[in-house]
Structures are given as structure tokens and as C-alpha cells.
């Protein structure tokens, strides 16, 4: 297996390339599990964060973002999209995605309790990885259905093309790779 080495938010990882198709690899980025490294994106983050009420993240990879964003800016609360309805929800709004990283269509879940939270407030999206920017759209639907007002929209990495866009902040840029590993320009 091959591995691209980049430094995060002062920590250096290694990302094992993972094939997309016969032409394209990406670089995974797991943040579940790496407290250093979530603790110190938190923290690179919220100093380019706008001021906001609510934070919003996707489930699974951007909930322990959220959390630790949340900690340690002292928020009490914060928001995730489910990927699923559980037994707890008052009710839903939902949004479709097809994430770069997925194989299937998806839906993504707000709870009815938290969009009422939401209404009127100041919400900041973030996520570990924006690509293609699927997920974002489906989170900006959301808060949209929400009636909360996006300040922000950040992210550890932005990928590919994701780095042209003006509209997120993010941390680091991640290429996309070739068959062979090499980093497209």
C-alpha cells in the first residue's frame, strides 16, 4: 500500500491511498480514533471560525470534530446529521447525498428538536473532508429546512477541487492521486 505524509494542524499522518477507479486514488483521512489530531484541528479551526450559535456535522467522521469544536469554544450543544432515523426523533427533515467516499445514495437526518434549536440561529457547518461537496450540500439543505442562517462552512481538508472554492475554510489541502500514487496538479 502506498501512503501520502502531510502535516495537519502540526501533526504529521500518514494517509494510505485507496483506489476510486482504474484512474483514481484518494488519500484516506480518518479522524475517529485520533485524539491528538482532532483535538488540534478543533483547535486551527475555530480560529478561522465565524461567530455562530450552532455547530453542524454529518455522522460519522465529523461528529468527533464537532464534539471537540464544541468543547472547546464551550458550547453546550451541537448538531449532527444522522444517516439514519433513530427511535429518539420527534420527527425529521431529510436530504439525499452521494458522497465520493459512498457507493449508495444516502439520506441525511435532522431531528425536529434540533432544527427548532436551530431556527433563526447562526449555524456553522464543518466536516473532516470536503470533495465533491455532496455532503455540505445535503447538511446546507438542512439547516436550510431548519430556518438557521449559515455563517461558515469549514473543514480539515478540502480535496481536489474543493480547494478552488471560495465559499469553505479549511485547514489543508488534499490532493487527489493517480493510478500510480502521484499527486494531480
Known amino acids: 500500500m502506498k501512503y501520502y505524509t502531510m502535516t495537519i494542524a502540526g501533526c504529521e499522518r500518514n494517509l494510505p491511498l485507496c483506489k476510486l477507479n482504474d484512474d483514481l486514488q484518494i488519500g484516506a483521512f480518518v479522524i475517529i480514533g485520533d485524539q491528538e489530531l482532532t483535538v488540534a484541528c ?21 461528529i468527533p470534530l464537532a464534539h471537540e469544536m464544541a468543547r472547546q469554544h464551550g458550547d453546550a450543544k451541537y448538531m449532527v446529521a ?9 420527527g425529521v427533515f431529510k436530504s439525499e447525498v452521494r ?33 465533491t461537496g455532496e455532503s455540505l ?11 438557521g442562517e449559515i455563517v461558515g462552512k469549514l473543514a480539515i481538508l478540502a480535496e481536489g477541487e474543493a480547494a ?7 485547514l489543508e489541502v ?4 493517480d493510478k500510480d500514487g502521484n499527486a494531480l496538479e
Request: proline share 2%.
Open 42 to 62: 478543533a483547535r486551527d479551526l475555530l480560529k478561522i471560525a465565524p461567530d455562530y450559535d450552532y455547530l453542524i456535522s454529518a455522522e460519522a467522521k465529523g
Open 164 to 170: 478552488e472554492r471560495d465559499d469553505i475554510g479549511y
Open 99 to 131: 458522497s465520493i467516499t459512498t457507493d449508495r445514495l444516502q439520506t441525511l437526518y435532522l431531528d425536529t428538536a434540533d432544527a427548532e434549536l436551530m431556527k433563526g440561529k447562526r449555524i456553522l457547518i464543518v466536516d473532516d473532508v470536503i470533495s
Open 137 to 147: 450540500y445535503a447538511m446546507e439543505e438542512l439547516v436550510h429546512q431548519a430556518g
Open 174 to 177: 488534499l490532493p487527489l492521486f
Open 82 to 90: 444522522r444517516k439514519g432515523v433513530k427511535l429518539y426523533m420527534t
